[in-house]
Nanobody, 126 residues
Framework: QVQLVESGGGLVQPGGSLRLSCAAS????????MGWYRQAPGKEREGVST????????DYSDSVKGRFTMSRDNDKNTLYLQMNNLRPEDTARYYC???????????????????WGQGTQVTVSS
């Protein structure tokens, strides 16, 4: 089993930036594809980004493309999500997750979430 712990959330004004971190432990060797998703109150989970270990490709949802950047430090077993130009509609609880490919087009790039952490809250408000 893989344990994931997210951090870095908080309250930020519109236009501001935050960097989320996700520390992985446990059966790290089994981790391949990873990503971030978010969930706002009363809304369904939304895939934010996916990173594919095979070719390093990163996909982003249209709602964050050009503003968010996902990266991974394998030496530190840590995943990051740099979020710039934040908007009120980005307010949500953000989770990092290990992924598996199902091909289900309802999910970002066809990857579904397998394991995830407790999440970190991001609130964008003036």
């Amino acid at each position: 089993q893989v344990q994931l712990v997210e951090s870095g959330g908080g309250l930020v004004q519109p236009g501001g930036s935050l960097r989320l971190s996700c520390a992985a432990s446990g059966r790290i060797g089994s981790i391949n594809d990873m990503g971030w998703y978010r969930q706002a109150p009363g809304k369904e989970r939304e895939g934010v980004s996916t990173m594919h270990s095979g070719d390093g490709r990163i996909d982003y949802s249209d709602s964050v493309k050009g503003r968010f950047t996902m990266s991974r430090d394998n030496d530190k077993n840590t995943l990051y999500l740099q979020m710039n130009n934040l908007r009120p509609e980005d307010t949500a609880r953000y989770y990092c997750a290990t992924l598996y490919f199902s091909g289900n087009s309802s999910y970002l790039a066809g990857y579904e979430w397998e394991n995830w952490g407790q999440g970190t809250q991001v609130t964008v408000s003036s």
